[in-house]
């Protein structure tokens, strides 16, 4: 209803005015909010918002969109009730698209399925309206990103080579279905399947593209503070240009709507930042609408109007058109024959790990507070609340903060604010923890263990370990402490003893601590967990500290090798690298090697000036230079553990390692820092190499979730000329990357996103960090240059799980241990005995291993939010391709749901609510909207009323 109308008979040419105010780049959120160091870039948010909402209800047919939460719900703190009520009725008329997609037009690189960030439900809480994370199908509030999604943005940048104009034809993507779920057994028959290649359920409608201006406005028709275009002049003086104005908006019109199917078009009058003097824009606007459909009188066929996103796919779902689909992706991005935009799949390695680490953190916060009840946040160690952290995470989403293409003092702001909300949630965790295991001791938690640092395990003879399990069904998982003793008694939740062991902490950790921690040892065993619950282990120092008989490292072996029940892994003995992986479980081997190589990265050449850069990967060459030839290593085997350690160089290490039962091989690297003393630039990647005949293919995933084929030198929807052989067959990797012939598959899962390909048959690589010292003239201004914590470069520490398995079963194994990676168990310690209840699930029964619990968060006084996935793609599994059903009602022990409402996607908006728009697409058939399981990629959304 909020639609202005348009004219059938002419084109229509939508004008969406909004502001692109990225939340931090070259200046920290706090600095472009409140308009801080505007030499560096002038912008002010505050004043923006401020200029919007005066501008919007000064004249009703005004239209505007914005897409950053995290701005706004600041500026909303600060309102008073009469501006909060003028904005509601703004919002509810249609005239203010206000809203979000998690706080931030997200990075569609870095980022996965990190869940319970605020967006529409922030809205619904504080507005009482519903509707904002509903796509752009309902007309009255659209949520805004402007069309096309956001990415990092190429006109941050001045190119090299300008964009040209993209045919844009409304193809459409199906990413998966985001609906229903039954609460009880039973199931209708089942309902029409789609193509195999296909997710399950109702095609989700995504416009992909980018416009010909990207999301600036036409030339000539830029009217903010920050441009020069001249004002419409509409007086009879010598100034007056409207007529000028108008036949250039005309012919940009008629130019771009050659490339449509309709008669609309779109075009996004706003560019970053602008609007802080909303009326300098609105008011020209308001002269070229009126001018320019004044000439309608004369002939003219053209139709202007304020509209918004959802407007314009109303007018396209209109034309009942049957649109061609499009199940592949864009990636990856160039601007240029050598200027691809894979580098930011990579930049800032610590900070995605950060991230990553960070959003499984507030999976555990949010759980405990929800199963704990709201008593939590206020308990006995002090107020914890978990919205410091989600906003943190929701802001570290941003495509210029995750993405790693931000300045060095705006990382140090995400990574300050990310810690701020780790400290308000662990008090939070302590609290929950208490209540669950009815104790008022004190809880400890040990941020450093990556580096071996934690004081209560290295000062206290006596002390419990807990570990939380955030999913839901059990896990077993290895525990590993710095200790000064040389041996303990470890002992379960029932009191029986747990085989232990303390092996030595290497030199490369003990470089790493510096001076945080002195512990000798690290103390190992494997704990475990039930679902969505913990199990608390004792610990008891047995033998004081002082001299003590480490294991020894066995060198002089023909032939190492470390091996389990379930894998055997050799080693070249000359060179120290992998050699071979032998699957034991199905009895068949795979020659595989592995190194570090580092590409060189070029300062720009005759050829074209490009260099390399936060967004840009260029090598100056396809082939890279090994770190090392030959690696020094050292072998320890224990009962508990085998490891071989490598030694590529002085920056670069690695530790291959095989635990009882763990069907994968650990590679856990330390890059760092990148020497760059020779003036070169280096892009440090992690390679395998394999017979296997993969003829140029290799799989992706896609935010975690589906896998995507990627061919080497090929794109799917047009014919490529490839001009950069290593940077232009680069994709973006967020949990996994494999290879595969028609029975063997090498997958390799990671901790956080990199970049990854596979430029040779047979191979696959990943790239673990960068250092460079160019900037690559997209905006940013400086090199990336990480100086870590000591100012000499950034160190980076991460893993990557080698799974080999056959074809069929592969996904059986990759599909569960990515969850686990993204989604891990959480160790909280305690000086003596810990909680009183040494084990507690939240969970009735375990879910089975297709299912995931993706959110459990408190929505309001006895409200949660409860999200539940299907992690497995159509037909990658015999089993767990099936779908699921699940008695929600009964599935909790911590509350007893008393009602249930499905809600969209967002958690903002009743799905009995939603009346989305039915695209006619060219392949997928509509599927029944009554069956009731969770299929393949399905991901369900309620809203339940508890009972603690």
């Known amino acids: 209803q909020s639609c202005p109308p348009t004219r059938p008979d002419m084109l229509n040419v939508h004008l969406v005015p909004h502001s692109h105010d990225d939340v931090g780049w070259l200046k920290t959120v706090d600095q472009y909010y409140y308009g801080v160091r505007n030499q560096d870039q002038h912008a002010g948010v505050q004043y923006i918002l401020d200029s919007v909402v005066a501008q919007l209800a000064a004249v009703p047919s005004r239209r505007f969109i914005y897409a950053e939460v995290a701005f706004l719900a600041r500026w909303w703190r600060q309102q008073d009730e009469a501006t909060r009520r003028l ?40 507005w009482g309206v519903w509707g904002s994370q509903a796509p752009p199908l309902s007309p009255s509030m659209s949520l805004a990103s402007p069309i096309p999604p956001s990415h990092p943005h190429p006109c941050h940048s001045q190119c090299p080579q300008p964009i040209p104009p993209v045919p844009v034809m409304s193809p459409w993507v199906s990413p998966s279905r985001f609906s229903h779920l039954v609460l009880s057994h039973g199931c209708p028959q089942p309902c029409p399947l789609p193509p195999p290649a296909m997710v399950a359920g109702e095609v989700t409608a995504l416009s992909p593209g980018i416009l010909p201006n990207v999301y600036n406005p036409p030339a000539g028709l830029c009217w903010d503070q920050l441009c020069t275009d001249p ?63 004044a000439r309608q009188a004369n002939g003219s066929r053209v139709h202007a109007l304020y509209s918004t996103p959802s407007c314009y796919l109303r007018e396209l779902h209109r034309a009942n058109l049957t649109w061609p689909l499009k199940t592949d992706d864009f990636f990856p991005y160039s601007d240029g024959p050598h200027q691809f935009w894979t580098g930011f799949f990579s930049s800032r390695p610590a900070l995605k790990g950060y991230e990553r680490l960070s959003s499984s953190f507030l999976q555990v916060c949010s759980q405990l507070e929800a ?75 040990c941020n450093a263990l990556n580096i071996s640092v934690c004081p209560l395990s290295e000062t206290t003879p006596h002390f419990s370990v807990i570990l939380y399990n955030p999913l839901a069904r059990g896990v077993a998982w290895p525990v590993r402490l710095p200790v000064r003793g040389s041996s303990y008694a470890v002992s379960d939740p029932q009191g029986q003893p747990v085989a232990s062991q303390v092996v030595p902490v290497s030199g490369v950790t003990r470089r790493l601590r510096g001076g945080a921690g002195g512990a000798p040892g690290e103390l190992l065993f494997q704990a475990w967990a039930p679902p969505l619950g913990f199990s608390t282990f004792e610990v008891k120092q047995l033998s004081p500290g002082g001299p003590w008989d480490p294991p020894r490292w066995p060198s002089g072996d023909p032939e190492p090798q470390i091996e389990n029940e379930h894998l055997r892994v050799l080693f070249d003995p000359i060179t120290g690298h992998l050699r071979e992986i032998q699957n034991l479980d199905k009895g068949f081997s795979l020659p595989v090697s592995q190194s570090f190589y580092w590409y060189n990265a070029s300062a720009g050449d005759g050829l074209c000036p490009q260099a390399s850069g936060a967004y840009i990967f260029r090598p100056n060459a396809s082939t890279p230079i090994p770190v090392a030839k030959r690696v020094a290593t050292r072998l320890l ?32 690297w330390t890059v760092g820092p990148i020497p760059v003393s020779d003036g070169l630039g280096k892009e440090v990647i992690s390679r395998f190499e394999t017979p296997l005949r993969t003829a140029g293919r290799f799989y992706t995933d896609s935010n975690g979730r589906q896998v995507l084929e990627r061919r080497r030198d090929y794109r799917p929807t047009w014919n490529l000329s490839q001009s950069e052989p290593v940077a232009g067959n680069y994709y973006p990797v967020n949990s996994r990357i494999f290879i595969k012939d028609q029975k063997v598959q090498l997958t390799v899962l990671t901790d956080r996103s990199q970049g990854g390909s596979s430029i040779l048959d047979g191979s696959l690589e990943l790239m673990v960090h960068r ?17 870590g914590d000591d100012g000499r470069g950034l160190v980076v520490r991460g893993r990557h799980l080698v799974l080999l398995d056959t074809v069929a079963a592969a996904a059986d194994q990759h599909r569960p241990r990515a969850q686990e990676m993204a989604t891990s168990p959480y160790v909280v310690l305690a000086p003596g005995p810990g909680p009183h209840l040494r084990q507690f699930s939240g969970l009735r029964r375990a879910l089975p291993p297709n299912l995931h619990l993706l959110t459990v968060e408190p929505r309001g006084a006895g409200t949660l939010l409860l999200r539940l996935e299907h992690l497995f793609e159509r037909g990658e599994s015999q089993n767990g391709s099936q779908p699921v059903t699940v008695d929600l009602t009964t599935l909790f022990s911590a509350f007893t749901i008393t009602s249930v409402r499905e809600m969209a996607l967002g958690g903002d908006v009743p799905l009995r609510s939603v009346s989305r728009l039915l695209w006619t697409t060219a392949t997928v058939p509509r599927l029944d909207p009554r069956c009731g399981r969770l299929e393949p990629m399905e991901i369900r959304t309620f809203l339940a009323s508890v009972r603690y």
């Open 87 to 126: 904005v509601r009725e703004l919002v509810q008329e249609g005239t203010g698209a206000l809203g979000g997609t998690g706080g931030t037009e997200r990075d569609i690189v870095g980022t996965g399925r990190d869940w319970g960030v605020p967006g529409g439900s922030w809205e619904a809480l504080e």
């Open 231 to 293: 004002p419409v002049v509409d007086g009879d003086g010598p100034e007056r240009n409207v007529d000028n104005v108008v036949t250039s908006f005309l012919k940009a019109a008629a130019t771009q709507a050659q490339q449509y199917r309709t008669n609309h078009i779109l075009m996004t009058m706003g560019s970053d930042f602008h609007y802080e003097n909303a009326h300098l824009w609105f008011k020209n606007l308001d002269k070229l609408i009126a001018h320019a459909n």
């Open 371 to 445: 199963l704990a009840g709201p008593s939590v946040r206020d308990g006995p160690y002090g107020p914890g609340d978990s919205s410091v952290l989600r906003e943190a995470v929701a802001v570290a989403q941003h495509h210029d903060a995750v993405s790693g293409t931000e300045r060095q003092h705006v990382a140090n702001d995400y990574a300050r604010q990310l810690a701020k909300g780790w400290d308000s949630c662990q008090v939070l965790v302590a609290n929950a923890l208490s209540l669950l295991g009815d104790t008022k001791d004190p809880f400890v938690f």
């Open 771 to 787: 250092r460079l010292l160019n900037d690559d003239n997209r905006g940013v201004g400086e090199p990336l240059d990480e100086p």
């Open 637 to 668: 085997k224990t009962a508990l553990v085998q490891e071989l350690h490598q030694n590529f160089s002085a920056w670069c290490s690695q530790v291959l390692r095989l635990r009882p039962g763990q069907p994968y091989l650990e590679l856990e």
